[in-house]
């Protein structure tokens, strides 16, 4: 019998021919070699349960066979052609009547490439170079991003801090850094800056921290005061909070936002999305060349990713889904309080019922340095006894998709119930 590579002999192959082994930030020792539903399997046939759902996309669980079926329908058709196609066509038509600020969209393969672009817009609209960007955002992997994403050292605000390697110091210069849910620290920083910005971008959901009630109104007040273009990145919460996403679910309506993830059904697609004198710039023949927006990707709009996306959406859409994904992600909420709050561990369970994690303080978080000054070693001690009972999540986030089950209920609570009893062993 053939033997099975284990994965620590790809581990040590993915060594040779990846900087420091891996993909990305994820475990590098993990290699996965298949998912099904609610669950995947490494490579030395272990089995999780899967609340990383590929950092998001997998909403629905792994092969939900209708989306299958549309994918290999498509397949033989062909795979791309950088040509217009109706799928994606069809797939943008969706994506704008759901989204509240949608009137037009550009595709793009990923995430970060939609921010990049939503920024990029915002300047090319506004004639503004400024970038109001909150401290710990995520947009993705672009120069501006990559400004006080997840800093060690924390200077005063607005300065940025580069997370990165290779960025001029002239981007950091462009970037105000702002606490997020600070109320007067906004409305400050605008007095002073606002005729200069050209956008706020903000995840209405940060990472995992809420937004406090009123907060996002007030930078829909600020930026209108101020002719800003507001952008949610909604790369995370876009089909995920409502079908509308965040801005649905919230209630406010920014000028711009970004998709990606469950819009692609598990295949690179993202979109810039928003209103339609602002997308103009995209268009050479509505604002002439001097405010064009260059824009190609050889994958944009894909049509495998773009049936997949459609599949998904049209499940999402029908009676009771968001319904039955909140009350899962309540019921792990409920299970993960209960354990922690029997061996009086404090803690805050931080997020939406879509998305959230356990955070090891005994103070609200209410921005990214209240996370930073949480026990990150308790996380990390709390995490690594949850992947030993086969659940398999990031560090930071935990993701519950509708594939989950009564039974995988049980075993997360059982795997919950281990994990506290070890944070309680000390
Ligand atoms: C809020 C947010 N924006 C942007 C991105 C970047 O998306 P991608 O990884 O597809 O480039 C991510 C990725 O996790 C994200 O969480």
Redesign the pocket.
């Known amino acids: 019998m053939q033997k099975l590579t284990t994965q620590a002999e790809w581990a040590a192959r993915a060594q040779e021919v990846l900087p420091a082994g891996g993909f990305g930030n994820f475990d590098h020792s993990v290699f996965i070699k298949e998912g099904k539903g609610s669950r995947v399997w490494d490579e030395d046939g272990n089995e999780y349960i899967d609340y990383l759902i590929g ?2 996309p997998m909403l629905l669980g792994h092969g939900n066979e209708e989306v299958l079926e549309a994918v290999y329908e498509q397949l033989p058709k062909g795979m791309t052609f950088f040509a217009n196609n109706a799928a994606a066509i069809e797939l943008a038509e969706e994506i704008i009547s759901a989204t509240p600020c949608g009137e037009q969209l550009r595709y793009v393969s ?3 490439e939609a ?1 990049m672009y939503a920024i990029r817009a915002a300047r090319a609209f506004t004639g503004r170079d400024l970038v109001v960007k909150f401290e710990g955002g ?3 992997m672009s120069a501006e991003a990559q400004m006080s994403l997840a800093p060690t050292k924390l200077v005063n605000f607005p300065m940025a801090v580069p997370d990165s390697a290779g960025i001029p110091e002239s981007v950091r210069d462009q970037m105000l850094i702002a606490p997020f849910n600070d109320f007067d620290y906004i409305r400050s920083l605008l007095v002073e800056y606002g005729d200069q910005v050209a956008c706020i971008i903000a ?1 209405p959901l940060q990472r995992i921290i809420p937004p406090a009630p009123g907060f996002l109104e007030l930078l829909r007040e600020e930026a209108d005061k101020y002719g800003i273009v507001l952008v949610f ?1 909604e ?2 919460t876009g089909f995920r909070f409502a079908y509308g996403g965040a801005q649905e679910l919230y209630g406010v309506t920014p000028d711009l936002c970004t998709q ?1 993830k469950v819009i692609g059904g598990g295949f690179p697609l ?1 979109a810039t999305v928003g209103r339609a004198d602002i997308m103009a710039h995209f268009d050479k023949a509505k604002v002439g060349a001097e405010g064009w927006l260059m824009q190609l990707g050889t994958l944009s709009g894909n049509p495998v990713a773009a049936v997949a996306g459609l599949k998904t959406m049209e499940i999402l859409k029908r009676d009771g889904q968001y319904d039955r994904l909140r009350q899962i992600g309540q019921r792990i909420i409920d299970m993960t309080a209960t354990e922690l709050n029997a061996h009086d561990i404090p803690h805050r369970i931080v997020g939406d019922q879509t998305l959230f994690e356990v955070v090891f303080t005994e103070r609200d978080v209410s921005d990214y340095r209240d996370v930073l000054k949480a026990d990150a070693q308790k996380g990390a001690a709390y995490n690594k006894v949850l992947r030993e009972h086969g659940l398999f999540k990031s560090p930071g986030k935990t993701y519950p998709s509708l594939a989950i089950t009564e039974a995988d209920l049980d075993q997360t609570h059982a795997a919950i119930k281990a994990a506290a009893a070890h944070i309680a062993e000390g």
Request: net charge negative; glycine share 34%; aromatic share 6%.
């Open positions: 950092s998001g990923s995430g970060g921010d995520y947009h993705g995840e990145d790369v995370v990606g993202a």
